[in-house]
């Protein structure tokens, strides 16, 4: 069973710009989420998205968007790009059963803004 | 404000040895999930265990096991006989009911000497 991947692995973008970074769940997943990783920040959640649909956002200006596809793959865009966004870009995908069981992450996209 | 507390940024053991992390957590809800991840110098986040808040039994995972006080609101993690695979940043997290949204603690860095 193929897990989560995510594409790019590295991305060099210019401040201004926009990036969008893609995520493919798990084969039947459903949810997916997505989480920037900093040193100072540690992991912060930005949003997920379940049957297409956002359920949960975090606390991230409006530059960050994301969405999802009938078929569950997710991608998420940042706009007007800053130094600041510099990060590991995380997706994790799961079975919204309820139950809170086991999220799978992707190795994540590094994101450098120069 | 929902919060995980990991008071030890560096923790260090010798091969074979036992070593407790420490973690804290904040959460008026009384429906929650808790986990311990691990990720590796790969960047990719794994699942060490995983504890439900409703039971008293603490979760173990082959070496790996849990000190869950619910009132004191801790989760602890044991790792037996350290491997030098186990070297990572460990994550302690929670979820709340229903949601896949995960809260992040800032991580600790395991280091295990031969």
């Known amino acids: 069973k193929a897990g989560v991947t995510q594409t790019p692995r590295y991305l060099i973008k210019t401040r201004g710009q926009q990036v969008t970074l893609s995520c493919s769940p798990i084969s039947g997943h459903r949810s997916v989420s997505w989480y920037q990783q900093t040193p100072g920040q540690g992991l912060q959640f930005l949003f997920e998205y379940f049957s297409e649909t956002q359920r949960n956002k975090g606390n991230f200006p409006g530059r960050f968007s994301g969405r999802q596809f009938s078929n569950s793959r997710s991608e998420m865009n940042v706009s007007t790009l800053e130094l600041g966004d510099s990060a590991l870009y995380l997706c994790?995908?799961?079975?919204?059963?309820?139950?809170?069981?086991?999220?799978?992450f992707g190795q994540g996209t590094r994101l450098t803004v120069v | 404000a929902q919060t995980v507390t990991q008071s030890q940024p560096e923790m260090s053991v010798q091969e074979a040895e036992t070593v407790t992390l420490s973690c804290t957590y904040d959460t008026s809800e009384s429906d929650y999930y808790l986990f311990w991840y691990k990720q590796p110098p790969s960047r990719q986040m794994i699942l060490v265990i995983r504890?439900?808040?409703?039971?008293?039994q603490n979760a173990t995972e082959n070496r790996f096991s849990v000190n869950f006080q619910k009132a004191a609101k801790s989760f602890s993690l044991k790792i037996s006989d350290s491997q030098l695979g186990d070297a990572a940043m460990y994550f302690c997290?929670?979820?709340?009911?229903?949601?896949?949204?995960?809260?992040f603690g800032k991580g600790t860095k395991l280091t295990v000497n031969p």
């Open positions: 997290a929670y979820t709340l009911g229903g949601s896949e949204k995960l809260v």
């Open positions: 504890q439900e808040a409703y039971k008293q």
């Open positions: 994790a995908s799961s079975l919204p059963t309820g139950l809170n069981t086991e999220a799978f």
